[in-house]
């Protein structure tokens, strides 16, 4: 049995900053991705029909890219806590 | 800043009589972008096209056939008469025409002739090594002939078992058997055969030993060879003479068919014609006199009162100094701006590479892509490629300002700090003042050790150009729809801004401010509730993920330092630990130094060039722009091979 005051032995409170920062960063980052891979193939499609797409395809695609940068933010504000 | 150059819708009307005289002046001028007339009740059709146009369009096929298949390249131009070209122009199309076709012909036929005697060569390779006349094949009455390959070994015993009378030819090698017996044990030795997997081949028709055959083919196989080889080099130096010509009156057809469609777009009657179309307003009394000289004055020309929403469709022209219309592909690549609107490619001039020198901001990198830059744009002389050059040299000078600004060197620093020797031995970090959580703001500011106050700073930066971005919307809004709404829609954000501003240094400073601010911020709110309803309170909080988004210049910026301090890590603590020592190590670490900086280099235009043109994009544009204005697109043409 684990109880309250042996978890602290694996994780001290660096430790739990760590933890919860590289979270932060890891989750942001799979939801950009995942919703970049959906934008990005629809937007190439769009593209192979009309050339003159490029730039409203690449900032479709870049879009999501904002929900990283919030990880980002969220991670160095945990670190610097 | 900036709109699109002001454009006057002119008509021009005349006879018939002049309408050649006319499109060839319109078409000099280059300056007048012809509406396509579509027929309607008004009785006016389109006109057939000039006499001509049916024979310039063949010609012009035929040359570009000719180039195609030539393979010609535009190159460094040689600018030659356009009336020479055109006089020279049917005598020499056909003379390099005949040629042309004479030697595709001679060369088909003699491929042609290569693949025959390649079939034959493949015929007479079985019985090389039976080397017997195939006359000797052929002609018996009593006596059958196998000649074929065959899947396993054949012994002699085996035939001899059969019949005395036969004569044998094998390769145990290649299993080729010629085996000549008696009419009378043909089947039974036919049965052997098959029994080892006989296959038949075909007897040559030819006489002759086929060693002898095979030399004779091949010596004319050679000999054919070289006649394709010189045909194809006379196709070359045929390349190399004709070029200059092919490229003039390419583009002397191209002019004048050109001129002679351009009736299929315009309006005429039985004896008159009517031509519609934009002129930048700054050129139109030079269309008038050019189109008045031309003419003799007998073609009316006249501007239109436009009315607004016609004025809409006006074609776009971009009016910007020779600095910033290299800043025009970008907006190209988005969209061309409205007539109405404003053209931000000036403020993209200045804060395109500004965030791209914030983000990258390392002296080693700017030198190295500025010089690349310089390098291609002296080596490749295209309009396009120069253009991409230019952003890329007007980006690595701001690199280079931030540079200073963080003191960075390909990812050394260059001031020391209290743990860190820098490059320059002289250049000490200053300390200016306490920053915000816990960090000290420097001199050069060591991006790594101050995250948490560049985050404010890229955030800080990121606010003022959304604001230039609501100043562009309240100016194009003021011009088309008026104060009041351009106050409503876009006034409202920068008070909401405010607002917030004064709120927060209530509420750090402790005063009655907040109250004030937080007056301030729901006015802002009711104001922007009327300029757009409700959709404008659903995208209220995108205007904190957008001046969040501008935290990535830090980001960004942060992985690149990152990636060129751990190549120097590896390159000179890990492989080369012993500085002094030169050897293996230290040609390992130099290797591991330049291909990781190479890496880093390529990396250095992608990542902050895509980050810094999301920012304009979506951060920028999403405030004000439109887009979607047509091209303007004059009829004429910019000759490059011929002239007047």
């Keep these: 049995m684990v109880d309250g005051a042996t978890a602290g032995l694996f994780l001290d409170a660096a430790g739990a900053k760590a933890v919860g920062a590289s979270i932060a960063i890891a989750f942001t980052g799979l939801a950009s991705a995942i919703a970049e891979k959906d934008i990005g193939t629809a937007a ?11 730039g409203k395809g690449l900032i479709l695609t870049v879009i999501p890219e904002t929900i990283v940068i919030f990880g980002l933010v969220v991670a160095l504000l945990i670190n610097s806590a | 800043m900036s709109r699109p150059k002001q454009m006057t819708r002119a008509v021009i009307v005349g006879h018939k009589s002049i309408l050649k005289e006319t499109i060839d002046s319109l078409h000099d001028t280059n300056l007048f972008h012809v509406e396509d007339f579509v027929e309607d009740e008004s009785g006016f059709k389109i006109s ?25 390249e535009s190159k460094k131009p040689v600018v030659q008469k356009s009336d020479a070209v055109l006089r020279e122009l049917d005598s020499k199309l056909n003379e390099l025409d005949r040629t042309i076709s004479a030697k595709t012909e001679s060369i088909s036929q003699l491929e042609n002739e290569l693949k025959d005697m390649d079939t034959q060569k493949k015929e007479i390779l079985p019985y090389l090594s039976i080397d017997l006349d195939f006359d ?18 054949l012994e002699t015993s085996q035939i001899s078992s059969i019949t005395q009378a036969y004569e044998l030819y094998f390769d145990p090698q290649s299993k080729a058997v010629v085996l000549f017996v008696a009419n009378n044990d043909a089947d039974k030795v036919y049965e052997l055969l098959q029994s080892l997997g006989f296959k038949e081949l075909r007897v040559p028709e030819r006489g002759g030993v086929p060693s002898e ?7 004319r196989e050679a000999d054919v060879t070289r006649r394709v080889e010189s045909l194809k080099g006379e196709i070359e130096s045929l390349k190399t003479k004709y070029t200059d010509f092919i490229l003039a009156s390419d583009e002397v057809l191209s002019i004048e068919s050109q001129k002679a469609e351009l009736p299929l777009r315009i309006a005429t009657s039985e004896n008159a014609f009517i031509i519609d179309g934009w002129t930048p307003t700054e050129s139109y009394d030079r269309l008038v006199s050019v189109v008045n000289n031309a003419t ?3 073609a009316y020309i006249t501007s239109l009162e436009v009315r607004e929403e016609e004025e809409e469709d006006a074609p776009v022209e971009y009016n910007n100094s020779n600095a910033v219309a290299p800043m025009q592909q970008i907006m190209d690549l988005y969209s061309r701006p409205k007539y109405f609107e404003i053209d931000p490619s000036s403020a993209i001039f200045i804060t395109f590479p500004l965030i791209y020198g914030m983000i990258l901001g390392d002296i080693g990198y700017a030198l190295i892509l500025g010089s690349i830059a310089l390098a291609i744009k002296k080596a490749i002389k295209s309009d396009a490629v120069s253009d991409m050059m230019n952003i890329l040299i007007y980006c690595q000078i701001w690199t280079i300002f931030f540079g200073l600004i963080y003191g960075e060197f390909l990812g050394f620093p260059l001031a020391s700090t209290h743990e860190e020797q820098g490059l320059l031995p002289f250049w000490h970090t200053v300390t200016l003042f306490n920053s915000i959580g816990g960090e000290e703001f420097t001199f050069p500011i060591h991006r790594a050790h101050m995250v948490m106050s560049m985050i404010v700073l890229s955030v800080v930066v990121g606010l003022i150009h959304l604001n230039l971005g609501y100043l562009f919307g309240f100016s194009n809004i003021a011009r088309e729809h008026g104060m009041k709404h351009a106050l409503l829609e876009k006034g409202s954000w920068m008070i909401i801004e405010l607002g917030v501003l004064i709120a927060a240094v209530g509420y750090f400073g402790g005063s009655a401010l907040m109250y004030i601010g937080a007056v301030v911020l729901v006015l802002g709110i009711v104001m922007l509730a009327m300029g757009e309803g409700i959709a404008g309170i659903v995208e209220l909080p995108s205007l904190m993920g957008n001046a969040l988004s501008y ?3 830090i980001a960004v910026g942060l992985s690149s330092i990152y ?18 020592k030169i050897g293996f190590a230290a040609i ?21 060039g895509l980050h810094a043109l999301r920012l304009q994009y979506v951060e920028f544009f999403g405030k004000f722009y439109e887009g979607g204005g047509r091209k303007f697109n004059p009829f004429g043409y910019i000759r490059k091979y011929t002239e007047e």
């Design chain 2, 48 to 72: 057939k096209p000039f006499k001509n146009a049916e024979e310039v369009s063949k010609k012009l096929v035929k040359i570009r056939s000719i180039a195609n298949y030539l393979g010609i």
């Design chain 2, 136 to 153: 000797y094949f052929r002609g018996y009455e009593n006596i059958k002939v196998f000649a074929g390959i065959l899947k396993s070994n």
């Design chain 2, 551 to 553: 935290a990535r210049i």
């Design chain 2, 213 to 219: 055959l095979l030399r004779s083919i091949e010596q």
């Design chain 2, 588 to 608: 390992a670490a130099i290797i591991v130094f330049i291909l990781g900086h190479a890496l880093n280099t390529v990396l250095s235009i992608i990542a902050p």
């Design chain 2, 563 to 580: 990636i060129a301090s751990t190549v120097n890590n590896i390159a000179f603590d890990m492989i080369w630990a012993d500085h002094s």
């Design chain 2, 296 to 298: 003799n004055g007998k």
């Design chain 1, 44 to 54: 190439i499609g769009a593209m192979a029909e009309n050339e003159g797409l490029f």
